[in-house]
């Protein structure tokens, strides 16, 4: 997993950077296969925002996050992206959930 972080009207420093890459690192465990993360960190006023892109082969997500402060939404962001990849993952895993009567050749 590659993660790049940008910054828009901030300062990106390298207690930043580790911040979120900690925080990003629990969503390699959902693929085996590896994806892109593009993160952009912007201060507007008293905004505090978080964007990321994750870019994966066929498919592509994009959550947007704020906080009261950059590590909050930072946090936000993370537990939005995790949220989607499972859901994404879980969905596109396991159709049939359950044997059905007809495919277990049992019949009362």
């Known amino acids: 997993m590659r993660i790049e972080v940008h910054g828009q009207n901030i300062d990106v420093t390298p207690a930043l950077r580790e911040y979120v890459a900690t925080r990003f690192s629990r969503l390699?465990?959902?693929?085996?296969?590896?994806?892109?993360?593009?993160?952009?960190?912007?201060?507007?006023?008293t905004r505090q925002c978080a964007e990321a892109t994750?870019?994966?082969p066929g498919r592509s997500f994009h959550?947007?996050?704020?906080?009261v402060?950059?590590?909050?939404?930072?946090?936000?962001?993370?537990?939005?992206?995790?949220?989607?990849?499972?859901?994404?993952?879980e969905r596109r895993s396991d159709h049939h959930r359950g044997e059905s009567?007809?495919?277990?050749?049992?019949?009362?």
């Open 63 to 67: 959550a947007v996050a704020e906080g």
């Open 54 to 56: 994750v870019v994966m």
């Open 28 to 45: 390699g465990r959902h693929f085996d296969q590896p994806f892109d993360v593009r993160t952009i960190l912007l201060v507007e006023k």
């Open 69 to 89: 402060d950059m590590y909050a939404a930072i946090d936000n962001l993370a537990d939005k992206l995790d949220r989607g990849l499972l859901k994404y993952k």
């Open 101 to 108: 009567l007809t495919r277990s050749a049992e019949y009362a």
